[in-house]
Every structure is written in C-alpha cells, then in structure tokens.
C-alpha cells in the first residue's frame, strides 16, 4: 500500500530540534504581569528561553512594553505570536501579512528587533498559511511537547495543576526519551499565574535531571532569531543571541513598500507593511491561552514551590 501523502504543510513544520540533547523551551501568549518573575526564574536556573510574544500585549502597558528590552538582555530570543492572536487560516493573505507586520512594527519600537521565528495560534497555519510565511522569510514554530498548563487553570491548588501540566513531560521526555537521540521543543505559556510561580522551576528541574541542555529556538533550529535590520543587546547576561543576519543569508530585508489593503508602512520580511488600511483583522482577547481559556487568578493559590513540589514527589522524576 502507498504511504498516504504527506500535506505540504506538515511538512513545513519545524517541531524539533536540529541536533540531540537539548530542549528549547517556549512561553506563548506574553508579555504579561508574570514576566519579570519568570525572568528572575530562568536567571536563577541559567535556562535561555524563547517568548512568542502577542503584538496587542506588548502595547498593554509600559511594563509589558519595557519587558522585551529586558527579555533581550537576559538573553532570551523573541519571536512572533501574531497581533491579535487570532486563527490565521480563517484570513486572507492581506490579513495574514498584516498579523505579522504588525507585531513585527511594534516589537521593533520597543526592542529594536524584527523577529523571524513564528507560531501560528493554536499552531492553525495550513498551505496558504505557510506559503505566506514562507514569503515573508519567517520560521514557522510547532513544538512536540506541551505542558497543556492551560488546561487546568482551574484546580483548586497549583499543587494539582502543576502535577497535571507534568504528565506528557514525564511520559514523553523523562520516561520516554533518550538525550543521546532526542529533543524537543516545549510548549508553556506566561500568562497563567500558577504556570510561571510553581510549573516553570518544576519543569526545569525534570529536564534538567534528564540530561537536557536548554538552548534558544535559533540554536535548536540553527536558523537566525531575526530579521535583516535588527538590533541586539550585548549585554545578555544568560546566553548570547547570534547576531542579526546579514543579506547574504537570504533572508528578505525589512523594506517599506505597500502594505496589506490600502495602507503603507515598514514591513517585516518582503514588501509586507502594516496594512492599516482596506484590512479587517478579526480580533480576540490577547490575554488568553491557545485554547481560549481566561486568566486565573493567582488569589486563594498560596501555596509555596516547594510545598508543591513535594506534593508530587516521585510524579515528577
């Protein structure tokens, strides 16, 4: 029997890394309230991380605005998760450019960076999708492992949450792995307060133990973080970014030229510009997960990391 064939868009999809050993972990949906915190995190644990930013956070507040910069210089890679964080296979190409200039204009405003790894929402990014990215010289990001920490938002402790966001951690990577073979790209998201204060040092400590090494989406990939025209901090102090690409990657400039409908602007990638005019861009709330679900509080959750770790136990390892 023929092996079915494979849609050109699977194929496309980039949801593994390029060498064995290492894992790069990712937090969609930001910036939120939580970011600093999680920076302090992943400094304290020396782990570099990638955050698909959402280009309507970015502009929430001057907190959420200022935390690139310092993502940047803690050594983090940014990448793009869309502006309105809405399903891009419902769009029509204007649209779709219009998604990614978009939050590529605003992350430039306030980190001097133009991003080349993207995700697509809830990872809906089919042929005509692609193809669009693909023009555009953009990096379309899946993963192959998910704490699915959305999905319990709503436990009564974060104790319960958390071991319930390790269970394809602990089947697919700390039972079912082999550092000398395998790695991942992991998905998490920031905006969840139980996600960053008890899920993020708990994960890092499994992989760890593991064996993993935690690196940056461009060195997983080994395709560079940004854009032609971007602008690096030297002062990281967890793990250089490589430096911006140069033309002779073949990686589109950042030109100004016509964008999506009647508008115009500085576009990310190939004569893609802001499309303020003639576009319609259907919108969602930018403070939700993948899924759609709300934000949980963070009151009535006390309980500490350590206690929750404990809780688990033997769960985790």
């Known amino acids: 029997m023929a092996n079915a064939q494979v849609p050109a868009y699977e194929a496309a999809r980039v949801s593994k890394c390029k060498m064995p050993g290492v894992v790069a972990y990712t937090f969609d949906d930001g910036p939120y309230i939580y970011n600093d915190q999680l920076l302090e ?3 304290k644990k020396n782990v570099v991380a990638t955050f698909y930013l959402v280009g309507q956070m970015v502009n929430k507040t001057l907190q959420q605005q200022g935390s690139l910069k310092k993502m940047l210089e803690h050594g983090h890679q940014l990448a793009s998760h869309t502006y309105t ?32 790894y993207m995700r697509a929402p809830e ?11 693909k023009e555009l010289g953009l990096v379309i990001s899946y993963w192959n492992v998910d704490t699915n920490d959305w999905r319990h938002v709503g436990e009564k402790t974060p104790a319960l949450a958390v071991q319930k966001s390790m269970e394809e951690i602990n089947r697919v990577i700390v039972q079912g792995s082999n550092p000398a073979t395998d790695s991942f790209i992991l998905l998490q998201h920031e905006i969840h307060p139980f996600s960053v204060e008890h899920l993020a040092d708990v994960v890092i400590d499994a992989i760890l133990k593991k064996g993993y090494r935690f690196v940056s989406m461009e060195e997983c990939i080994g395709e560079p973080a940004y854009l032609e025209g971007s602008v690096v901090p030297t002062t990281a102090t967890t793990a250089p970014v490589t430096p911006t690409a140069t033309s002779s990657t073949g990686i589109p400039a950042t030109t100004t030229g016509a964008g999506a409908g009647t508008g115009t602007g500085t576009g990310a990638g190939a004569g893609a510009g802001t ?10 709330s930018a ?6 679900a709300g934000v949980k509080s963070a009151a009535g959750w006390s309980l500490s990391l ?4 404990a809780a ?3 769960a985790l390892f």
Request: aromatic share 2%; hydrophobic share 35%; proline share 3%.
């Open 275 to 284: 499309g303020t005019g003639g576009v319609t861009v259907p919108t969602t």
């Open 123 to 133: 990872g809906r990014c089919a042929d005509a999708c692609t193809k669009v990215m």
């Open 85 to 116: 964080h809405s399903n891009l296979d419902l769009m029509t190409e204007a649209e779709m450019k219009s998604e990614i200039s978009r939050t590529s204009d605003v992350m430039f405003a306030n980190s001097g960076v133009r991003p080349r």
């Open 306 to 309: 350590t206690a929750a770790a």
């Open 312 to 314: 688990l136990g033997l």
């Open 287 to 292: 403070a939700k997960g993948d899924n759609g």
């Open 41 to 43: 995190i992943l400094k």
